[in-house]
């Protein structure tokens, strides 16, 4: 596999042998200071994605179950629930549930509809487990892969979406982008245009004010990194202006801030989350295992999704 345009078969069904973030931690085999906090026995690589530290008690890490269509929790006891539970299609390798953030205590979702196969981003209910409420926008069309579909919240309140380039919105527009949606808007507005020239953006992070982006790329292209500004009047950033990766590629997945501020990156290739400097660009030593997800917490715990579930990364 090349690239995030092409996961793994999906899952069906979930399995949990091991849960607990204490005694029932264990150190994953060849992976010295990590800590396994839940096992899935039939999870494929690109099931668990889109890790972020829950809003209510932020040290209780969240997470998609991306063919189940599920968003989940997991806290220190070891108690899984499910937070939402949304119909998604997950024919292809990429489709299913892709984003959840949270915006004034409403949490939003982006999917791939079941009978459509549209890219939908879509404000949930407050129940428990939460459903659809309404629909924020419809993007059309995707194809199997290179969908994006990862959802962020910036510091206005804005939602950011990455969008793949075989999405039909990127098709008619000439690329995937990082596009501005205003969470209280109808199904048909128009999404501002925040960076494009995207392969397949679903690696980001909106963090103090910019959009830490990782992008994947095809054939001679390379992959590269950096940020881009939400600063209204601030210059804009497109793909070409971010720094090229270089190394062999490692089809990036996601992107999480660490405490220091700076950006670490999953590759779904090496399996691996190493950090990435600007100056010069290029990434650090790896520092623990992330197949497609990664999240710090409140108290400062570095969790990170792997083939076979979630781990803490002693630092």
């Known amino acids: 596999m090349r690239s995030l345009r092409r996961w793994a078969a999906p899952l069906i069904g979930i399995g949990l042998i091991a849960t607990g973030c204490s005694d029932g931690d264990r150190e994953p085999t060849g992976a010295p200071g990590t800590r396994t906090i839940v096992e899935f026995t039939e999870a494929q690589p690109g099931d668990l994605i889109a890790l972020r530290a829950s809003d209510i008690d932020p040290t209780v890490v969240e997470w998609i179950d991306r063919r189940a269509g599920t968003i989940n ?32 205590g409403v949490r939003y979702a982006a999917w ?6 549209h890219l939908l981003v879509g404000a949930l209910t407050d129940d428990e487990p939460a459903t659809v409420d309404r629909i924020v926008w419809d993007a059309g069309g995707t194809a199997g ?7 962020d919240a910036s510091p206005d309140g ?5 969008i793949g380039q075989l999405t039909d919105w990127a098709k008619d527009h000439g690329s995937g982008a990082l596009l501005g949606l205003d969470p209280d808007g109808p199904i ?7 960076s494009d020239g995207y392969i397949n953006p679903f690696a980001l992070e909106a963090v103090g004010g910019v959009v830490w982006v990782a992008d994947n790329a095809v054939g001679d292209d390379t992959e590269r990194t950096g940020a881009i500004d939400l600063a209204d009047g601030s210059e804009r950033v497109d793909r070409a202006d971010l720094d090229a990766t270089g190394g062999d590629p490692r089809a990036p997945s996601a992107v999480v801030v660490l405490g220091d501020g700076k ?8 399996g691996e989350l190493r950090p990435w400097s600007t100056d010069p660009a290029g990434y650090g030593d790896t520092i623990g295992p992330c197949l497609t997800g990664a999240a710090v917490l409140g108290d400062g715990t570095l969790v990170t999704a792997t083939a076979e579930g979630l781990v803490a990364i002693d630092r």
């Open 263 to 270: 950006p670490a990156v999953c590759g779904f290739l090496d």
């Open 145 to 151: 892969g290179a969908v994006g579909g990862h959802l």
């Open 158 to 162: 804005r939602l950011i979406l990455g």
């Open 73 to 104: 929790s997991i806290d220190g006891a070891g108690t899984i629930t499910v937070l939402a539970s949304i119909e998604v299609g997950t024919d292809g390798e990429q489709r299913g549930l892709l984003g959840h953030p949270v915006i004034d």
């Open 188 to 194: 048909d507005q128009e999404p501002v245009v925040l």
């Open 112 to 117: 791939t509809d079941p009978d459509s196969e």
